[in-house]
Nanobody, 117 residues
Framework: QVQLVESGGGLVQAGGSLRLSCKVS????????MAWFRQAPGKERDFIAR????????YYGSFVKGRFTISTDNARNTVYLQMNSLKPEDTAIYYC??????????WGQGTQVTVSS
């Protein structure tokens, strides 16, 4: 069973940066794709980015516009989301997920990101 644990969220001022981490443990498929999503209160879940452990399947959601970067550290079984130039509208719970693109079947518990104006 695969477990995903996100960390790195918090409170940051507009224009600031945060790096989120997603630690993967358990028996997972090394060819699976890792992804980041977010969900703000009262809004639908947004896709942010995806990548696999070989750096393939790299794709970003349309709203990212170069501000976020997804990466992996295979030695640490960790996926990162570097977020720069944060805006108040980036406030949300950020989730890590794994599986097949379009059908992610394992999710973390989420980490809260709050951007103050």
């Amino acid at each position: 069973q695969v477990q995903l644990v996100e960390s790195g969220g918090g409170l940051v001022q507009a224009g600031g940066s945060l790096r989120l981490s997603c630690k993967v443990s358990g028996r997972y498929n090394s060819s699976s794709v890792m992804a980041w999503f977010r969900q703000a209160p009262g809004k639908e879940r947004d896709f942010i980015a995806r990548i696999n452990w070989n750096g393939g399947w790299l794709y970003y959601g349309s709203f990212v516009k170069g501000r976020f970067t997804i990466s992996t550290d295979n030695a640490r079984n960790t996926v990162y989301l570097q977020m720069n130039s944060l805006k108040p509208e980036d406030t949300a719970i950020y989730y890590c997920a794994t599986g097949v693109p379009g059908s992610y079947d394992t999710w973390g518990q989420g980490t809260q990101v709050t951007v103050s104006s």
